[in-house]
């Protein structure tokens, strides 16, 4: 039983435009959420955060919007780059649930930038 | 600063054979954990530990064992090693609970067959 879910393997989208991840959760409990990239051959490296207190965390060129009520989350690349193309793993945890506040991955996104 | 170093990047191993994955950080994070990655899967969780001497099962820790005698060191242990270990393992540290992120080793390939 998935807790996050990502349901898009994959995503192509062209330089210069807005690039958009999403992120489903299941858990309630659930109370901090991140982004983690990933390029091949390479660990995964945290990208961004957003606490459930917050709706919105921008970083330059990336935004997480959070929407608790629909447990939804997105990842905004504007504009996106060609060295932007890389795996994409959306990750929740619960500090005060079971999990010992563990993260819980989803299966990842695969971002294409196309020049 | 190497943060989190992981040995051996790739092996081959034949079924029933036994190995250990070896995981250093020198970021003295009390935190370390162990992952392993399918393809087209998400990273699920072994094992992880909370400081030196203090282990605990993740999701799928069964044919795994891990040990953590120092805060630098936690090495995973594979005893009789099946084809559906063949995976792609990550060890990972943090400062507290994942609220501040973790960072990730760069990964070890491992094949059975």
């Known amino acids: 039983d998935q807790q996050v879910k990502q349901n898009s393997p994959s995503l192509s989208v062209q330089e210069g435009r807005i690039s958009i991840l999403n992120c489903d959760y299941t858990?309630?409990?659930?109370?901090?959420f991140l982004w983690y990239k990933k390029y091949p051959a390479e660990g995964p490296t945290f990208l961004i955060s957003i606490s459930s207190i917050k709706d919105k965390n921008e970083d330059g060129r990336f935004t997480v919007f959070l929407n608790k009520s629909a447990k939804h989350l997105s990842l905004h690349i504007v504009p996106s780059q060609p060295g932007d193309s890389a795996v994409y793993f959306c990750?929740?945890?619960?500090?005060?649930?079971?999990?010992?506040?563990?993260?819980?991955f989803g299966k990842g996104t695969k971002l294409s930038v196309k020049p | 600063n190497a943060g989190v170093t992981q040995t051996p990047k790739f092996r081959i191993l034949k079924i029933g054979q036994s190995m250990t994955l070896q995981c250093a950080q020198d970021m003295n994070h009390n935190y370390m954990y162990w992952y392993r990655q399918d393809p087209g899967m998400g990273l699920k969780l072994i094992y992880y530990?909370?400081?030196?001497?203090?282990?605990d099962k993740g999701e799928v820790p069964n044919g795994y064992n891990v040990s953590r005698s120092t805060t630098e060191d936690f090495p995973l242990r594979l005893e009789l090693a099946a084809p559906s270990q063949t995976s792609v393992y990550f060890c990972a540290n943090s400062y507290l609970v994942s609220n501040y992120g973790y960072t990730f080793g760069s990964g070890t390939r491992l094949t059975v067959v």
């Open positions: 530990s909370v400081g030196a001497g203090i282990t």
């Open positions: 990750a929740a945890s619960a500090i005060y649930g079971g999990s010992q506040g563990n993260l819980i």
């Open positions: 858990n309630s409990m659930f109370d901090y």
